[in-house]
């Protein structure tokens, strides 16, 4: 029977909260908008937020997507990904370098590392590949035909027991590997009870 030190080493790190200190959603519309105009488009929203936060008829997910919405639909999907693509200077400035620096020794030892995410994947995918890390699992938006954002999503919203339904996907042979996750709040409780190892950052 295989020993567990003989297994192959997958190491999951959540992002937001866990690889970062902030929440990279909020940032990011402040960093392609501005904080006014940010500030001014969550007023004019404040009743999904009630919606979801205060009356808990609407999912986070419906409310991210109307968030979403909001701020970038009818936009060019080429500018979107320029502006995930210099978003990676921004992130660098609210890190958890304790973190980045357990996923720059996984990524060294030659473990397969995984960042899941609710995070979306035009901002997330760009920080990864600049960290040596090749599997991105996070939300991905809707494009049409003529290549602009249409303000949905066309994967579920990466968070909780979609985080754990993903990985799964990639990663089904779950008796022949060894598991370490890093995660930072509920929305990793599924996938870190499938874990070997736990880690959770405060």
Same mark, same amino acid.
């Given at each position: ?110 473990? #397969? %590392?995984?960042?899941? $995410?609710?995070?979306?994947? &035009? ?6 590949? /600049? +960290?040596? @890390? ?45 598991? #370490? %996750?890093?995660?930072? $709040?509920?929305?990793?409780? &599924? ?6 190892? /736990? +880690?959770? @950052?405060?």
């Amino acid at each position: 029977m295989q020993q567990k030190e003989e297994k192959r080493q997958v190491v999951v790190f959540d992002f937001d909260g866990t690889i970062t200190h902030k929440d990279s959603f909020l940032q990011f519309i402040a960093f392609t908008h501005g904080w006014p105009q940010l500030c001014f488009g969550m007023l004019l929203n404040i009743h999904w937020i009630i919606a979801c936060y205060i009356l808990c008829i609407i999912s986070n997910e419906t409310l991210k997507q109307r968030i979403f919405s909001y701020f970038y639909r009818g936009m060019m999907y080429e500018t979107f990904c320029r502006y995930g693509q210099s978003f990676v200077s921004r992130i660098e400035t609210f890190e958890n370098r304790s973190i980045v620096k357990k996923l720059h020794e996984a990524v060294r030892d030659g473990h #397969t %590392v995984f960042v899941i $995410s609710a995070s979306i994947y &035009e901002w997330l995918w760009p920080w990864c590949q /600049k +960290h040596g @890390v090749e599997n991105v699992i996070s939300t991905r938006i809707d494009v049409n035909d003529d290549g602009f954002i249409t303000g949905y999503f066309s994967s579920k919203n990466c968070y909780g027991p979609e985080k754990m339904v993903q990985f799964l996907l990639a990663e089904p042979h779950r008796t022949e590997y060894c598991l #370490t %996750v890093y995660g930072d $709040s509920r929305g990793d409780r &599924e996938i870190m009870a499938i874990a070997d190892e /736990k +880690h959770w @950052v405060s």
